[in-house]
Protein backbone atom coordinates (compact mmCIF):
# COMPACT_ATOMS: atom_id res chain seq x y z
CA UNK A 1 0.00 0.00 0.00
CA UNK A 2 1.13 3.76 -0.48
CA UNK A 3 0.16 4.30 3.34
CA UNK A 4 2.00 6.78 5.14
CA UNK A 5 1.02 7.16 8.93
CA UNK A 6 1.41 9.36 11.76
CA UNK A 7 -0.06 9.97 15.16
CA UNK A 8 -3.19 12.62 15.25
CA UNK A 9 -2.20 14.54 18.36
CA UNK A 10 0.41 15.68 20.69
CA UNK A 11 1.18 17.77 23.83
CA UNK A 12 4.25 18.85 25.66
CA UNK A 13 5.21 21.48 27.88
CA UNK A 14 7.57 24.25 26.74
CA UNK A 15 10.80 23.69 26.92
CA UNK A 16 10.42 19.97 26.87
CA UNK A 17 11.39 17.70 23.70
CA UNK A 18 8.69 16.77 21.63
CA UNK A 19 9.14 13.41 19.35
CA UNK A 20 6.55 13.03 16.25
CA UNK A 21 6.58 9.35 14.69
CA UNK A 22 5.98 8.38 11.38
CA UNK A 23 5.66 5.17 9.48
CA UNK A 24 5.46 4.35 5.64
CA UNK A 25 5.26 1.22 3.35
CA UNK A 26 7.33 1.76 0.48
CA UNK A 27 10.82 0.63 1.02
CA UNK A 28 11.88 2.52 -2.86
CA UNK A 29 11.53 5.88 -1.00
CA UNK A 30 14.29 7.92 -1.93
CA UNK A 31 13.59 10.90 0.43
CA UNK A 32 11.74 11.69 3.53
CA UNK A 33 10.71 14.76 4.42
CA UNK A 34 8.73 16.66 7.25
CA UNK A 35 6.64 19.80 6.90
CA UNK A 36 5.05 21.99 9.09
CA UNK A 37 1.47 24.00 8.43
CA UNK A 38 0.38 26.83 10.33
CA UNK A 39 -3.83 27.43 10.57
CA UNK A 40 -4.22 28.31 7.14
CA UNK A 41 -0.89 28.29 5.39
CA UNK A 42 0.89 26.75 2.99
CA UNK A 43 3.76 24.00 4.08
CA UNK A 44 7.31 24.69 5.15
CA UNK A 45 9.91 22.20 4.24
CA UNK A 46 11.73 21.90 8.20
CA UNK A 47 13.86 19.28 7.30
CA UNK A 48 14.65 16.16 4.78
CA UNK A 49 16.82 13.06 4.61
CA UNK A 50 17.72 10.61 2.33
CA UNK A 51 16.99 6.95 2.50
CA UNK A 52 20.16 6.17 2.69
CA UNK A 53 21.53 8.23 5.84
CA UNK A 54 19.86 7.39 9.35
CA UNK A 55 20.47 10.36 11.44
CA UNK A 56 20.05 14.24 10.17
CA UNK A 57 20.39 17.09 12.67
CA UNK A 58 19.40 20.45 12.06
CA UNK A 59 19.73 22.87 14.69
CA UNK A 60 16.88 22.14 16.93
CA UNK A 61 15.78 19.56 14.91
CA UNK A 62 17.19 15.39 14.71
CA UNK A 63 15.44 13.70 12.19
CA UNK A 64 16.15 9.35 13.02
CA UNK A 65 15.26 7.56 10.07
CA UNK A 66 14.81 3.41 10.37
CA UNK A 67 14.56 1.76 6.97
CA UNK A 68 14.42 -1.84 8.03
CA UNK A 69 11.29 -0.84 10.28
CA UNK A 70 10.22 1.90 7.68
CA UNK A 71 9.96 4.44 10.75
CA UNK A 72 10.83 7.97 10.61
CA UNK A 73 10.96 10.48 13.76
CA UNK A 74 11.45 14.11 14.32
CA UNK A 75 12.71 15.40 17.27
CA UNK A 76 11.82 18.71 18.10
CA UNK A 77 14.41 20.06 20.99
CA UNK A 78 13.28 22.45 23.87
CA UNK A 79 10.31 23.10 22.14
CA UNK A 80 8.59 26.28 21.63
CA UNK A 81 4.63 27.75 21.79
CA UNK A 82 6.24 28.76 17.82
CA UNK A 83 6.26 25.28 17.50
CA UNK A 84 2.56 24.67 18.15
CA UNK A 85 1.10 23.28 14.71
CA UNK A 86 0.72 20.13 12.32
CA UNK A 87 3.86 18.39 11.35
CA UNK A 88 3.42 16.20 8.12
CA UNK A 89 5.85 13.51 6.96
CA UNK A 90 6.04 12.51 3.51
CA UNK A 91 8.00 10.58 0.82
CA UNK A 92 8.88 10.64 -2.55
CA UNK A 93 9.43 7.78 -4.47
CA UNK A 94 12.24 6.32 -7.22
CA UNK A 95 10.19 7.23 -10.22
CA UNK A 96 10.57 10.30 -12.08
CA UNK A 97 7.56 11.68 -10.77
CA UNK A 98 8.82 13.44 -7.58
CA UNK A 99 5.21 13.16 -6.21
CA UNK A 100 5.06 13.19 -2.13
CA UNK A 101 2.84 11.03 -0.28
CA UNK A 102 1.66 12.87 2.56
CA UNK A 103 0.99 11.21 6.39
CA UNK A 104 -1.97 12.30 8.08
CA UNK A 105 -0.38 14.98 10.14
CA UNK A 106 0.71 15.30 13.63
CA UNK A 107 -0.66 17.90 15.75
CA UNK A 108 1.70 19.10 18.52
CA UNK A 109 0.32 21.58 21.23
CA UNK A 110 2.49 22.84 23.45
CA UNK A 111 1.89 23.95 26.31
CA UNK A 112 2.84 27.40 28.61
CA UNK B 1 15.24 30.10 0.47
CA UNK B 2 12.99 29.29 -2.63
CA UNK B 3 9.50 31.34 -2.91
CA UNK B 4 6.70 29.94 -4.09
CA UNK B 5 3.15 32.47 -4.50
CA UNK B 6 -0.26 31.76 -5.19
CA UNK B 7 -3.00 34.14 -6.40
CA UNK B 8 -5.56 34.56 -4.71
CA UNK B 9 -5.37 33.59 -1.43
CA UNK B 10 -9.09 33.41 -1.07
CA UNK B 11 -11.80 33.72 -3.20
CA UNK B 12 -15.87 33.19 -2.94
CA UNK B 13 -17.48 32.40 -6.38
CA UNK B 14 -21.07 31.42 -7.39
CA UNK B 15 -21.94 28.02 -8.36
CA UNK B 16 -21.67 27.30 -11.62
CA UNK B 17 -18.57 29.76 -12.42
CA UNK B 18 -15.27 29.01 -13.39
CA UNK B 19 -12.29 29.74 -11.08
CA UNK B 20 -8.57 30.12 -12.23
CA UNK B 21 -5.82 29.77 -9.39
CA UNK B 22 -1.86 30.74 -10.43
CA UNK B 23 1.19 29.22 -8.59
CA UNK B 24 4.64 31.16 -8.96
CA UNK B 25 7.87 29.85 -7.98
CA UNK B 26 9.78 33.37 -7.49
CA UNK B 27 13.17 33.08 -7.35
CA UNK B 28 13.97 29.80 -9.28
CA UNK B 29 12.57 27.28 -12.31
CA UNK B 30 10.44 24.44 -11.81
CA UNK B 31 9.81 21.97 -14.48
CA UNK B 32 7.51 20.22 -12.01
CA UNK B 33 4.66 21.47 -10.08
CA UNK B 34 2.28 19.88 -8.19
CA UNK B 35 -1.77 20.90 -7.23
CA UNK B 36 -3.10 19.41 -3.80
CA UNK B 37 -6.05 19.73 -1.87
CA UNK B 38 -6.80 19.86 1.46
CA UNK B 39 -10.05 19.34 3.64
CA UNK B 40 -10.00 20.37 7.47
CA UNK B 41 -8.09 18.66 9.80
CA UNK B 42 -6.74 16.48 6.87
CA UNK B 43 -3.87 16.06 4.98
CA UNK B 44 -3.21 17.11 1.33
CA UNK B 45 -4.08 15.01 -1.43
CA UNK B 46 -2.61 15.10 -4.52
CA UNK B 47 -4.72 16.02 -7.55
CA UNK B 48 -2.15 16.51 -10.60
CA UNK B 49 1.66 16.97 -11.55
CA UNK B 50 2.23 19.74 -13.95
CA UNK B 51 4.76 19.60 -16.45
CA UNK B 52 6.02 22.74 -18.16
CA UNK B 53 5.52 22.09 -22.00
CA UNK B 54 3.34 18.94 -21.52
CA UNK B 55 -0.08 18.05 -20.41
CA UNK B 56 -0.71 17.37 -16.28
CA UNK B 57 -0.64 13.96 -15.11
CA UNK B 58 -3.75 13.64 -12.54
CA UNK B 59 -4.09 10.97 -10.09
CA UNK B 60 -6.91 9.04 -10.03
CA UNK B 61 -10.52 10.00 -9.32
CA UNK B 62 -9.32 13.18 -10.32
CA UNK B 63 -11.76 15.11 -13.54
CA UNK B 64 -9.03 16.62 -15.25
CA UNK B 65 -11.53 18.62 -17.27
CA UNK B 66 -13.15 19.83 -14.51
CA UNK B 67 -9.39 20.46 -13.04
CA UNK B 68 -7.59 21.99 -15.80
CA UNK B 69 -4.36 22.65 -15.23
CA UNK B 70 -1.75 25.19 -17.52
CA UNK B 71 1.93 25.14 -16.96
CA UNK B 72 3.52 27.53 -19.86
CA UNK B 73 6.46 28.35 -18.14
CA UNK B 74 8.93 27.17 -15.86
CA UNK B 75 7.58 29.65 -13.31
CA UNK B 76 3.79 29.21 -13.44
CA UNK B 77 1.42 27.07 -13.33
CA UNK B 78 -2.89 27.46 -13.06
CA UNK B 79 -5.50 25.60 -12.03
CA UNK B 80 -9.10 26.45 -13.00
CA UNK B 81 -11.89 24.95 -11.57
CA UNK B 82 -14.54 24.43 -13.98
CA UNK B 83 -18.21 24.91 -12.84
CA UNK B 84 -17.41 25.36 -9.43
CA UNK B 85 -19.90 23.64 -7.10
CA UNK B 86 -20.27 23.55 -3.51
CA UNK B 87 -18.33 20.23 -2.94
CA UNK B 88 -15.57 21.99 -4.41
CA UNK B 89 -14.86 24.48 -1.63
CA UNK B 90 -11.82 23.18 -0.12
CA UNK B 91 -7.81 24.70 0.45
CA UNK B 92 -5.65 24.28 -2.79
CA UNK B 93 -2.01 24.18 -2.29
CA UNK B 94 0.71 24.19 -5.27
CA UNK B 95 4.54 23.12 -4.72
CA UNK B 96 7.38 23.44 -7.02
CA UNK B 97 10.04 21.29 -7.52
CA UNK B 98 13.21 22.96 -7.39
CA UNK B 99 15.70 21.70 -10.72
CA UNK B 100 18.43 21.85 -8.99
CA UNK B 101 17.78 20.19 -5.82
CA UNK B 102 15.33 17.01 -3.70
CA UNK B 103 13.21 19.69 -2.76
CA UNK B 104 9.55 20.94 -3.13
CA UNK B 105 8.02 23.76 -1.61
CA UNK B 106 4.97 24.95 -1.38
CA UNK B 107 2.92 27.95 -1.37
CA UNK B 108 0.26 29.70 0.79
CA UNK B 109 -2.67 27.62 -0.29
CA UNK B 110 -6.10 29.40 -1.70
CA UNK B 111 -9.20 29.26 -0.19
CA UNK B 112 -11.91 28.05 -2.39
CA UNK B 113 -15.49 29.21 -1.11
CA UNK B 114 -18.46 28.72 -3.84
CA UNK B 115 -21.97 29.32 -3.06
Known amino acids: GEDVEQSLFLSVREGDSSVINCTYT??????LYWYKQEPGAGLQLLTY?????DMKQDQRLTVLLNKKDKHLSLRIADTQTGDSAIYFC????????????FGSGTRLLVRP | GAVVSQHPSRVICKSGTSVKIECRSL??????MFWYRQFPKQSLMLMAT?????????EQGVEKDKFLINHASLTLSTLTVTSAHPEDSSFYIC???????????FGPGTRLTVT
Open chain 1, 26 to 31: DSSSTY
Open chain 1, 90 to 101: AESRMDSSYKLI
Open chain 2, 50 to 58: SNEGSKATY
Open chain 2, 27 to 32: DFQATT
Open chain 2, 95 to 105: SARDLRVYEQY
Open chain 1, 49 to 53: IFSNM
